[in-house]
């Protein structure tokens, strides 16, 4: 692979992305249609006591729709909450993708990766969700940025006709793994797939470390599956380290959420709002989130 991103490439990073002048002003200027996205947690960040089902109860108490699984050895029982509560799992965290570089100059640590990958996607299937949220990868001293990239994408590869069988796309998040670090970037890694079992799921607070998710929406634009919604703070991240730039409720960091979401209205989306987000510990701190998102919806 040439590693020099030359004028030509640029152009190609795909058609909507080119156009992308022309196309975005005219749709922000279009009038706000009533907004049809639905909310849902991330089950990770779900740290009250009780069962899973007395876990998925107080979710839907607090006024989500749906929860997005972890793909581990609790599925059934996940499976048969979400059943019995009437939540929807609109996507599967992949459980792997940290442990098992798909990147690793290790082959066997790929194949883990790639194993954790179809299990993803398979649970997805039979929770009914439409999409696997999934890290493709880790730039660090052991691996480049320019072996990431082609190894990851091989790799991907092999599990596209998983994908389309089981009918789950794999939707790529932007995270702090040193890699795909610019929307144009993320737009092409996607587009170089050339198909439709692949996107984006796209994490508004992890950006605000070195940009601003209404920059990233309108250039990734459709192939956004689903969103992340959390905040971060700059502040605490310079005064107190990095990762306290979490420490933050929502409402009270940084994203501006009025340019947030109206960039989400200008690429159409209407899918799940999934809340990443501190303090869902108690039935009350859920509904604290539910609302916040209520206020997001509406700005």
Same mark, same amino acid.
């Given at each position: 692979m040439n590693s020099s991103f030359s004028r030509r490439d640029f152009l190609k990073v795909s058609g909507s992305t080119v156009a992308l002048a022309a196309v975005v002003p005219s749709a922000f200027s279009q009038?706000?249609?009533?907004?049809? #996205?639905?909310?849902? #947690?991330?089950?990770g960040t779900v740290a009250m006591k009780g069962s899973i089902l007395e876990k998925f109860t107080a979710v839907k108490n607090a006024g989500f729709a749906g929860v997005e699984a972890t793909s581990h050895p609790d599925r059934e029982e996940i499976f048969? $909450? $979400?059943? $019995?509560?009437?939540?929807?799992?609109?996507?599967?965290?992949?459980?792997?993708?940290?442990?098992?570089?798909?990147?690793?100059?290790?082959?066997?640590?790929?194949?883990?990766?790639?194993?954790?990958?179809?299990? $993803?996607?398979?649970?997805?299937?039979?929770?009914?969700?439409?999409?696997?949220?999934?890290?493709?990868?880790?730039?660090?001293?052991?691996?480049?940025?320019?072996?990431?990239?082609?190894?990851?994408?091989?790799e991907l590869r092999k599990a596209l006709p998983i994908a389309e069988e089981c009918g789950v796309k794999i939707a790529i998040e932007n995270v702090w793994n040193n890699f795909l670090l610019s929307p144009l970037e993320m737009a092409r890694y996607i587009d170089e797939f050339k198909s439709p079992w692949i996107g984006s799921h796209f994490d508004v607070g992890n950006v605000l470390r070195y940009g601003w998710p209404e920059q990233w929406i309108p250039v990734l634009g459709k192939r956004i599956q689903k969103f992340h919604i959390k905040e971060f703070s700059r502040k605490k991240m310079q005064n107190a380290g990095l990762a306290k730039g979490f420490d933050v409720n929502l409402l009270e960091g940084d994203n501006d959420w009025p340019a947030v979401m109206k960039a989400v209205d200008g690429i159409g989306y209407d899918g799940w709002f999934i809340a990443e987000q501190r303090g869902a510990d108690s039935p009350e701190g859920l509904k604290k989130i539910s609302d916040a998102m209520d206020k997001i919806l509406a700005s």
């Open positions: 009038p706000a249609k009533k907004r049809e #996205i639905k909310k849902a #947690i991330m089950w048969a $909450a $979400a059943k $019995a509560t009437g939540l929807k799992v609109p996507s599967v965290c992949c459980d792997t993708h940290w442990a098992h570089n798909l990147a690793s100059p290790d082959a066997e640590e790929r194949k883990r990766g790639f194993d954790g990958l179809t299990l $993803a996607l398979q649970d997805a299937k039979k929770f009914g969700a439409s999409s696997v949220l999934f890290v493709p990868c880790s730039v660090n001293e052991n691996v480049s940025y320019g072996d990431a990239y082609l190894r990851s994408q091989e």
